[in-house]
């Protein structure tokens, strides 16, 4: 029970993530460009992060 519930947490922050950087990214694309990369790299990292996270506690976490 504790590790679905973990690992819906961690998806759901994922997707979050995912869909705030591309929103950013294309609110931000024609006025400072750079600045718009870089949200969208710091979001593409932090996505990465959760992604790892999730893997480690699929797979470690054992639920009884």
């Not at 759901?12 to 600045?35: C, E, H, Q, R």
């Not at 790892?52 to 699929?58: H, I, R």
């Amino acid at each position: 029970m504790k590790k679905k519930i973990i690992i819906r947490i961690l998806a759901g922050l994922a997707i979050l993530t995912a869909v705030a950087s591309v929103v950013i990214y294309f609110v931000l694309k024609d006025d400072k460009p750079w600045m718009a990369f870089y949200f969208a790299c710091c979001g593409g990292l932090l996505v990465f992060n959760f992604l790892l996270s999730l893997f480690l506690v699929n797979r470690n976490i054992k639920d009884k």
